[in-house]
């Protein structure tokens, strides 16, 4: 977290959780000449560029677009990399958990799978399956799917086509993702055939053997359809199109059994639009080699200028009182996740196909283009979802840690402020001192991630300077709950609430303090001139760090790696061997130097000084002995805070209440020895005759 906070502080823009993939991880995965780019501003979108740096196309991450499950549950996520035409480039497998390629067959035959789409427009109409016939030279493009996995492969294709689709609605065409319409069930009318064809809600379109003539006038199939000669006024195509997912229009186009068998079809496959055709001409739909529950292989939808992919339901097809008579019915359907909109216009292309030749002939197709809406008042739109703030989504995520943190400081800091002497007079004060700061090592600092850091304070004075937002700050509730807390401490205490009992990695110098003790290492102790001196190396570097903020902000993330926070926290020493030598050192230092980072070096701590400025109390009792003749608090004290006249530095004190623990014991603090030494002891009493001794 402070990690990525330090990186949008040298690059002064926000830095949010990418979702999905890692893009170190990502980058590796694109193959040269091309290489990973920005972010498209959609989760799961990067620019793709080419050799030259230019914008080349996009890489796509399906999980994020298309969340389609599998059977395990789980969405397949793979990487799509796209062209600027929409052609694809590569298709990689990032993660699977479909049971068929876990533990039977292996991943090896998805991956070889995934390698068919490459060179692949997605305008074109791809399926999973096996050409029959004929068909294999029909406009389809078959994917050869996996023996034993069809299904599994079958979500892939569809999760590939989502992603693939929301992309280029979006990027390339400019058309906004929104969420699809649904055939809304409140919505009920009485309606008949002739009512759906008077309303538009069926779609008519004819065309006749002169037409289809016409169309293949000047090839070499011209003459190819004897039939068409014969009946140049024939009708060739009859052409009748409706959407059956809004129930009104299912139930004016189909018999009650039909009807039930679609209703149930749709109790199982919710997110499916069912499409019904009729043709009453010639042309009927499919070819003779077409085989039911796949894709039709005449049938073709567009929607946008984008392929809707349509697959055939196998239902049984009765059709309702009025409807044509003696034609081809079928009920096609396509998944609505996939972008299809049955409230906007969208269009059916019908292919006529002619034959040359006797062997091996030649064909020849032709399209004919059928134009269908459906009115909306039949469907609902979910409302689009208001994206979540960034630190409104950070507040939410760390809900549990920001209760259980503010709970700790209520009962800390009133400890602090109102039980200050009863707290450190306690016999057992110093072993609770330590379980405390073992609780923010712990749940503040490595669990939490609440180490504050100077990268804060200078992310702060770059933003003041460059004119920049603040909302940063939001972004980590939990840091920010801690400095607010450092900010109370401020006023109440100068330094020592947050440096004393709050800092994680002060903590950890704290126990390497007492580690170094009870293992019997020698204990340097600096000399109170050097010790003033060696204080004023902790200004040097927070001026040095202000001056990187105004003349080379670019090097602001390495400069704070004065600070071993990150690595003794955030990262919990998992990173480059000298950052980990860095912060080891301090460690092993205060085996022997108590705490000698947060009294010499630390820029934070610097910072933390100058909020004591806002001190506006003396929180530490003194007696007019205190310094004269009294010298105990000073010689004990390990931070140098107390001066010889007994005043206390707050500017140094590190809240460890040591000295309240001497002040108040009448066995240590020498003015409470004397002054029991000269009291009079009690007078003895005498035994009175007749009264019994007490």
Same mark, same amino acid.
């Given at each position: 977290m402070?990690g990525?906070l330090? *990186?949008?502080?040298a *690059?002064?823009?926000?830095?949010?959780?990418?979702?999905?993939i890692?893009?170190?991880?990502?980058?590796?995965?694109?193959?040269?000449?091309?290489?990973?780019?920005?972010?498209?501003?959609?989760?799961?979108?990067?620019?793709?560029?080419?050799?030259?740096?230019?914008?080349?196309?996009?890489?796509?991450?399906?999980?994020?677009?298309?969340?389609?499950?599998?059977?395990?549950?789980?969405?397949i996520?793979?990487?799509?990399?796209?062209?600027r035409d929409?052609?694809?480039?590569?298709?990689?497998?990032?993660?699977?958990?479909?049971?068929i390629?876990?533990?039977?067959?292996g991943?090896?035959?998805?991956?070889?799978?995934?390698?068919?789409?490459?060179?692949?427009?997605?305008?074109?109409?791809?399926?999973?399956?096996?050409?029959?016939?004929?068909?294999?030279?029909?406009?389809?493009?078959? *994917?050869?799917?996996?023996?034993k996995?069809?299904?599994?492969?079958?979500?892939?294709?569809?999760?590939?086509?989502?992603?693939a689709?929301?992309?280029?609605?979006?990027?390339?065409?400019?058309?906004?993702?929104?969420?699809?319409?649904?055939?809304?069930p409140?919505?009920?009318?009485?309606?008949?055939?002739?009512?759906?064809?008077?309303?538009?809600?069926?779609?008519?379109?004819?065309?006749?053997?002169?037409?289809?003539?016409?169309?293949?006038?000047?090839?070499i199939?011209?003459?190819?359809?004897?039939?068409?000669?014969?009946?140049?006024?024939?009708?060739?195509?009859?052409?009748?199109?409706a959407?059956?997912g809004p129930?009104?229009i299912?139930?004016?186009?189909?018999?009650?059994?039909?009807?039930?068998?679609?209703q149930?079809?749709?109790?199982?496959?919710?997110?499916?639009?069912?499409?019904?055709?009729?043709?009453?001409?010639?042309?009927?739909l499919v070819?003779?080699?077409?085989?039911?529950?796949?894709a039709?292989?005449?049938?073709?939808?567009?929607?946008?200028?984008?392929?809707?992919?349509?697959?055939d339901?196998?239902?049984?097809?009765?059709?309702?009182?009025?409807?044509?008579?003696?034609g +081809?019915?079928?009920? *096609?359907?396509?998944?609505?996740?996939?972008?299809?909109?049955? +409230? #906007?216009?969208?269009?059916?292309?019908?292919?006529?196909?002619?034959e040359?030749?006797?062997?091996?002939?030649?064909?020849?197709?032709?399209?004919?283009?059928?134009?269908?809406? +459906?009115?909306?008042?039949?469907?609902?739109?979910?409302?689009?979802?208001?994206?979540?703030?960034?630190w409104?989504?950070?507040?939410?995520?760390?809900?549990?840690?920001?209760?259980?943190?503010?709970?700790?400081?209520?009962?800390?800091?009133?400890?602090?402020?109102?039980?200050?002497?009863?707290?450190?007079?306690?016999?057992?004060?110093?072993?609770?001192?330590?379980?405390?700061?073992?609780?923010?090592?712990?749940?503040?600092?490595w669990?939490?991630q609440?180490?504050?850091?100077?990268?804060?304070?200078?992310?702060?004075?770059?933003?003041?300077?460059?004119?920049?937002s603040?909302?940063?700050?939001?972004?980590?509730?939990?840091?920010?709950?801690?400095w607010?807390?450092?900010?109370?401490?401020?006023?109440l205490?100068?330094r020592?609430?947050?440096?004393?009992?709050?800092c994680?990695?002060?903590?950890?110098?704290?126990?390497?303090?007492?580690?170094?003790?009870?293992?019997?290492?020698?204990?340097?102790?600096? +000399?109170p001139?050097?010790?003033?001196?060696?204080?004023?190396?902790?200004?040097?570097?927070?001026?040095a760090?202000?001056?990187?903020?105004?003349?080379?902000?670019?090097?602001?993330?390495?400069?704070?790696?004065?600070?071993?926070?990150?690595?003794a926290?955030?990262?919990?020493?998992?990173?480059?061997?000298?950052?980990?030598?860095?912060?080891?050192?301090?460690?092993?230092?205060?085996?022997?130097?108590?705490?000698?980072f947060?009294?010499?070096?630390?820029?934070?701590?610097?910072?933390?000084?100058?909020?004591?400025?806002?001190?506006?109390?003396?929180?530490?009792? #003194?007696?007019?002995?205190?310094g004269?003749?009294?010298q105990?608090?000073?010689?004990?004290?390990?931070?140098?805070?107390?001066?010889?006249?007994?005043?206390?530095?707050?500017?140094?004190?590190?809240q460890?209440?040591d000295?309240?623990t001497?002040?108040?014991d009448?066995?240590?603090?020498?003015?409470?020895?004397?002054?029991g030494?000269?009291?009079?002891?009690?007078?003895?009493?005498?035994?009175?005759?007749?009264?019994?001794?007490?």
């Amino acid at each position: 977290m402070l990690g990525r906070l330090a *990186l949008w502080l040298a *690059l002064m823009v926000p830095v949010s959780a990418a979702a999905g993939i890692d893009a170190e991880v990502l980058s590796r995965l694109v193959p040269p000449p091309y290489s990973l780019g920005a972010p498209a501003g959609t989760d799961g979108v990067w620019t793709l560029l080419n050799s030259g740096g230019a914008e080349a196309g996009y890489v796509v991450e399906t999980e994020p677009l298309a969340p389609l499950p599998g059977f395990s549950g789980a969405p397949i996520d793979m990487l799509v990399m796209l062209d600027r035409d929409a052609r694809i480039l590569d298709v990689r497998l990032l993660k699977q958990n479909e049971p068929i390629f876990v533990s039977g067959l292996g991943e090896a035959p998805f991956r070889e799978f995934l390698t068919q789409y490459r060179g692949h427009s997605i305008h074109e109409q791809m399926v999973v399956g096996s050409p029959y016939g004929a068909a294999a030279d029909g406009a389809l493009v078959y *994917l050869d799917g996996v023996t034993k996995a069809t299904a599994s492969v079958r979500i892939a294709h569809e999760t590939i086509l989502a992603a693939a689709l929301a992309v280029a609605r979006e990027k390339m065409q400019g058309v906004a993702a929104i969420p699809p319409a649904r055939p809304d069930p409140s919505v009920d009318e009485s309606l008949t055939w002739d009512d759906l064809v008077r309303q538009g809600l069926v779609s008519h379109f004819t065309v006749t053997n002169r037409e289809v003539d016409a169309a293949f006038a000047g090839t070499i199939w011209a003459h190819d359809d004897p039939v068409a000669q014969d009946d140049r006024d024939g009708v060739y195509l009859d052409l009748w199109v409706a959407d059956l997912g809004p129930p009104s229009i299912a139930r004016a186009a189909l018999a009650p059994g039909s009807l039930a068998e679609l209703q149930k079809f749709l109790s199982i496959s919710a997110d499916d639009e069912p499409i019904l055709v009729i043709d009453t001409g010639r042309h009927g739909l499919v070819s003779r080699d077409f085989v039911r529950n796949t894709a039709p292989d005449l049938l073709a939808a567009r929607q946008d200028d984008l392929p809707v992919a349509l697959r055939d339901a196998d239902l049984t097809i009765d059709l309702a009182s009025g409807a044509p008579e003696d034609g +081809t019915a079928m009920i *096609l359907r396509t998944d609505r996740r996939l972008g299809f909109d049955p +409230t #906007r216009a969208w269009t059916l292309d019908v292919t006529a196909m002619r034959e040359h030749g006797m062997f091996r002939p030649e064909i020849g197709r032709v399209t004919f283009s059928a134009p269908h809406v +459906t009115d909306a008042r039949f469907f609902v739109r979910p409302e689009v979802p208001q994206p979540v703030s960034p630190w409104r989504a950070a507040l939410a995520g760390r809900r549990s840690d920001l209760v259980i943190a503010a709970g700790l400081l209520a009962l800390l800091l009133p400890m602090l402020l109102f039980g200050q002497s009863r707290l450190a007079g306690l016999a057992a004060f110093v072993p609770l001192r330590l379980g405390i700061l073992a609780v923010v090592l712990v749940f503040f600092g490595w669990w939490g991630q609440g180490q504050l850091s100077i990268v804060t304070v200078m992310g702060v004075l770059s933003a003041v300077q460059t004119g920049g937002s603040l909302a940063f700050l939001a972004y980590d509730p939990f840091s920010l709950l801690i400095w607010a807390a450092a900010a109370i401490g401020f006023v109440l205490w100068g330094r020592g609430l947050f440096c004393g009992w709050l800092c994680p990695f002060g903590a950890m110098q704290e126990f390497s303090h007492w580690i170094g003790r009870g293992i019997g290492i020698p204990q340097i102790t600096v +000399t109170p001139h050097w010790d003033r001196r060696l204080k004023w190396i902790k200004y040097g570097i927070l001026g040095a760090l202000l001056a990187v903020v105004l003349l080379a902000p670019a090097a602001i993330d390495k400069a704070a790696e004065v600070e071993p926070f990150k690595t003794a926290i955030t990262v919990h020493f998992v990173r480059e061997w000298y950052y980990v030598a860095y912060a080891g050192l301090w460690l092993v230092l205060g085996l022997s130097v108590f705490k000698g980072f947060c009294r010499y070096v630390c820029p934070l701590g610097a910072v933390m000084v100058l909020g004591g400025l806002l001190r506006r109390r003396s929180w530490i009792p #003194r007696r007019a002995a205190c310094g004269s003749p009294c010298q105990l608090c000073r010689v004990r004290c390990r931070y140098g805070a107390i001066e010889r006249s007994g005043r206390i530095d707050y500017a140094e004190c590190f809240q460890c209440l040591d000295c309240v623990t001497i002040h108040d014991d009448p066995a240590q603090c020498v003015p409470l020895v004397l002054a029991g030494r000269r009291r009079p002891a009690p007078a003895a009493k005498v035994p009175v005759e007749g009264v019994p001794a007490e």
